[in-house]
């Protein structure tokens, strides 16, 4: 008696090319639902690092007139926000915020720090205020500085206006 070989039923390893089309087209369905709120969070950090990036730069202001016991000044030119020293207008800091972000001053040609920390609007009268936003962004950001030389930050829905 002679038994019969029959071969092992071989177990499948892999996936099919069906398989695979299905897993990239859920994949896909599902980008496409998360992308709008991927570009509302986009525009939303952006208005935040051009407003922490500027309020840096109104402490730097502020502190260098201090420390060097002469007013400095912030200003803006487009995009491009600089600190100097009124006297002299030596260049101490620059920044560059984005083209996405809009940046409105409350009054123009920027503020001065004078010997003791104290900010004067170079046009206007206290507090001088930033207003950021966006396109596509959810918030606003205010930057706000008081006569003392304090430098506030606050975040408001779209919309709203800083005061």
């Given at each position: 008696?002679?038994?019969?070989?029959?071969?092992?039923?071989?177990?499948?390893?892999?996936?099919?090319?069906?398989?695979?089309?299905?897993?990239?087209?859920?994949?896909?369905?599902?980008?496409?639902?998360?992308?709008?709120?991927?570009?509302?969070?986009?525009?939303?950090?952006?208005?935040?690092?051009?407003?922490?990036?500027?309020?840096?730069?109104?402490?730097?202001?502020?502190?260098?007139?201090?420390?060097?016991?002469?007013?400095?000044?912030?200003?803006?030119?487009?995009?491009?926000?600089?600190?100097?020293?009124?006297?002299?207008?030596?260049?101490?800091?620059?920044?560059?915020?984005?083209?996405?972000?809009?940046?409105?001053?409350?009054?123009?040609?920027?503020?001065?720090?004078?010997?003791?920390?104290?900010?004067?609007?170079?046009?206007?009268?206290?507090?001088?205020?930033?207003?950021?936003?966006?396109?596509?962004?959810?918030?606003?950001?205010?930057?706000?500085?008081?006569?003392?030389?304090?430098?506030?930050?606050?975040?408001?829905?779209?919309g709203q206006t800083?005061?």
């Amino acid at each position: 008696m002679s038994k019969a070989i029959h071969p092992r039923p071989r177990a499948s390893q892999g996936f099919t090319l069906i398989e695979a089309m299905v897993v990239v087209a859920l994949v896909a369905i599902l980008a496409a639902l998360a992308a709008p709120s991927f570009t509302t969070t986009i525009a939303n950090q952006r208005v935040s690092s051009a407003a922490q990036e500027l309020q840096t730069l109104l402490l730097f202001a502020r502190a260098e007139a201090v420390y060097r016991r002469t007013p400095t000044a912030v200003t803006a030119t487009g995009q491009k926000w600089e600190a100097k020293v009124v006297t002299g207008g030596q260049l101490l800091r620059e920044i560059v915020a984005s083209d996405a972000v809009t940046i409105t001053p409350g009054s123009d040609n920027g503020v001065v720090f004078d010997v003791m920390g104290a900010a004067t609007p170079a046009s206007g009268s206290a507090p001088y205020l930033l207003t950021f936003s966006a396109t596509q962004a959810s918030r606003v950001q205010c930057v706000r500085v008081t006569g003392a030389g304090l430098v506030r930050q606050e975040k408001l829905a779209a919309g709203q206006t800083c005061s």
